[in-house]
């Protein structure tokens, strides 16, 4: 079975720190890994795919394997930055769908 | 470029009551999903489509039927709404699944 972990319900830093947000998973195939971003009432955007290995609104997720990892991180968070974050993990073949964590509540105090 | 359309964006039922929301996607995907989205559970997978004419249970069934009406339109179903079925509820769809989900804007439930 496939599982995502994110340890922090929230996480509160000030704006200019560094942030990290903690995924982990479970899966013993080839994982793909997603993080997504819900601002405030809003619907669930793509931030990251681990596949694409790119640098989103200056985010970055770095896949590690050896520690079924994939955290989010930014050096320098900015209030806009304040949202929910799920990881997402997908299997694929025919019958595709991506198991989500049950969020972390990001706030970026001024 | 509307991506995924949910309708209606707000509802209240009494229990008991039965109501249908709608879905649709106009990116040509093959897949679509219906998701539960709970504070401190996440996103839960109601039913998913992974084509049209499939349908397929996922981790919270209970109490849900589905549609997939055409490749465009994946419909869910409340048959006998209860207050525990209150929840925001998230349409999606996905082609080969590299790229993950698009996601309609929600349809917020509250069932009385």
């Known amino acids: 079975a496939q599982r995502v972990t994110q340890p922090e319900k929230l996480l509160s830093v000030f704006k200019g720190a560094p942030v990290e947000l903690k995924c982990n998973y479970s899966y013993s195939g080839s994982p793909e890994l997603f993080w997504y971003v819900q601002y405030s009432r809003q619907r669930l955007q793509l931030l990251l795919r681990?596949?694409s290995r790119e640098s989103i609104k200056g985010f970055t997720a770095d896949l590690n394997k050896g520690e079924t990892s994939f955290h989010l991180k930014k050096p320098f968070a900015q209030e806009e930055d304040s949202a929910m974050y799920y990881c997402a993990l997908g299997r694929g073949g025919s019958n595709y769908k991506l198991t989500f964590g049950k969020g972390t509540l990001l706030t970026v105090n001024p | 470029n509307a991506g995924v359309t949910q309708t209606p964006k707000f509802q209240v039922l009494k229990t008991g009551q039965s109501m249908t929301l709608q879905c649709a996607q106009d990116m040509n995907h093959n897949s679509m999903y219906w998701y539960r989205q709970d504070p401190g559970m996440g996103l839960r997978l109601i039913y998913y489509s992974a084509s049209e004419g499939t349908t397929d249970k996922g981790e919270v069934p209970n109490g849900y039927n589905v549609s997939r009406l055409n490749k465009r339109e994946f419909s869910l179903r409340l048959e006998s709404a209860a207050p525990s079925q209150t929840s925001v509820y998230f349409c999606?769809?996905?082609?080969?699944?590299?790229?993950?989900?698009?996601f309609g804007s929600g349809t917020r439930l509250t069932v009385v």
């Open positions: 999606a769809s996905s082609s080969t699944g590299l790229y993950g989900y698009t």
């Open positions: 681990h596949i």
